[in-house]
């Protein structure tokens, strides 16, 4: 990670209890489901998910007991070691210690150990008679210290034929504490709905995804129904070959019908909100035909001013009726301080933040750096509408989630990476495209005689970070020392149109792309947007990845690859500066949406923040 920066504040990571050099297979010691078909894989084929964490845990305490055990023999027999005996005898202990251990990994890496649920078991049931657990490689803790993870159940992915569970990397349902959690900052009186209304980002859809999250999050927190914006043709989204849509909403991409979702957080649709509240409960819409033309865009929209379904019309609407904060993730950073939300009435941004107690400041000063440090309160707790005007460049939303929003409890602040994790994933259909992809690729890697498969991401198109845009022949040049075996196959996600580019590459490495998997994966009966959403899950398996630096695309498969416990050190830049700067932790820092950072997925099942990966 990036090594130009390095910061203290609190952010979570975990002292975790696995190493990670490469992916172990989960999948080759569950058993399969009596009711779905499977596709038979090759015996010397192994899957690229995480260890089991709780598997080194029981070697954990197994090698403890040996090592006591062989440490008081001699004194429970009457036999007192001199000092020269005690050097000898201490230095065969570590040894036989060592030797030990290392044969119980090797053993216990065989198969995955079942427990009784009173043993502090990881290992859970899931309802399609198979153990899946809950552990996350690097990114977990042990069970004693996620008392999140009691009550949850590995996440589970309904495809038609075949079983893609092992791709799920969220708990459904949350653990017993996420289910009954109730947020400090929700108001207590329920006498009135309160709302949010956002507009979507312009970017691509990686920035409309992470300004989502962040309202999302800011919904949950806060206790107020969302209301979901029109349908509208996001940028780079407008393929409408084939069973391609124009227009799209976030329910296309992601599964926000989940009930547990909607236990936490309310949503309607704009027309609902407009039929709802546009009458004169909350606001009166225009006479005639403004007020019909507002009307008429509540459901899609287009960018186009002058159109009868222009989303400006709805837009600049809510913008007069809701307050709009003065908030731009880039510049601003949003304090949650349940102890001091109260003061905000009486003072200012700057003035409150200076009453803090010194150690608090400094977390904030921390967390915010070089932006300025505003608190929730005020307006913001009890306007009855507020509108994030998160499509123009002075209010954009382009951020993570978890570099915009401080919770200063840490408890509250890992649950909300929890909720992200656990419910802002993408819906079965993209999964169960990409488990038919994952699934070949792992039997074409055993019929070439290898293991796995790795992935890059080689970003084109109208990538604006012009240095990073390299050429086939540097890509070669800056990973032949990471893919050094000829016969592992390499999945390239890509927006490059023209596979020709890829030539110089392909002379080196065994190559696959999205399309040679048309047949296999009914690509002809998906909507080509969701092809990019495809490739970053497949990519995120890969045994190793390369993507490209200030790409929000590979920075979330990054993320993904995180929240299936993958190590940091398995991922790489395609460019030399920026190669290893993820298997160094540093908390987050300088241009945060270049990357992805491991805060946001290391220890989060914990109630106390850590800040490294041991095993990094």
Known sequence: MDSSSSSSFRHSSSACTTAMDNSESLASSRRPSQNRQRRKRPATMRRTSPPSQDRLVIVFITASAIFALVSFTPFLLGHVPTHDENNQHLEGLINTAENRWERLVKELNKDVVQHDSNDNSI?????????????????????SQTPALIGAKHGSIQCDNDNYDDLAYWNDPQGDLDVDFVSPFASADT???????????????????????????????????????PNTPFYRLTDQSGKGAKHHGFADFLDLEHPA??????????????????GGKMFTLPPGQDGKMIKNAADHCFYIAKSNYSCERIYNFLRKEGFVPELQAG????????????????????????????????????????????????????????????????????????TFLYFVDDKIDHYYKRFVRDFMHYGDNIFCTAGKIVRALEEDAAKAGGTSFSAMHVRRGDFQYKKVKITAEDWYENTKDIFTDPKEIIYIATDEKDHKFFEPLAKHYNLRFLNDFKEIANLDEIDPNLFGMIDTVIASRGRLFVGTWFSTFTGYINRMRGYNGMSGTTSYYSTPDRKYNTHKWVDPSSILIAREWPTSWVGIDGDVAVHSETDM
């Open 123 to 143: 290992i859970v049931q899931s309802n399609t008679d198979k153990s899946l657990p809950l552990a996350r490689g690097v990114a977990g803790l042990p069970m």
């Open 191 to 229: 006498s009135e709905t309160r709302y949010i209304t956002f507009e979507p980002d312009r970017g691509g859809w990686n920035n409309i995804r992470m300004a989502l999250e962040t309202v999302l999050v800011f919904a949950a927190a806060t206790g107020r129904t969302l209301v979901l914006p």
């Open 261 to 278: 979702l909607r236990n936490k957080v309310k949503m309607i649709s704009m027309s609902e909100f407009l039929e709802r509240e546009g």
């Open 331 to 402: 510049h601003d950073c949003l304090i949650f301080d349940k102890e001091h939300q109260a003061a905000k009435v009486e003072y200012n941004d700057q003035e409150l933040l200076d009453l803090l107690p010194e150690e608090e400041q400094e977390q904030i000063k921390q967390f915010c750096k070089e932006r300025k440090p505003k608190f929730y309160g005020s307006e913001l707790e009890t306007v009855p509408l507020i509108h994030f005007q998160g499509g123009e460049k002075t209010h954009r939303l382009l951020n993570h989630f978890y």
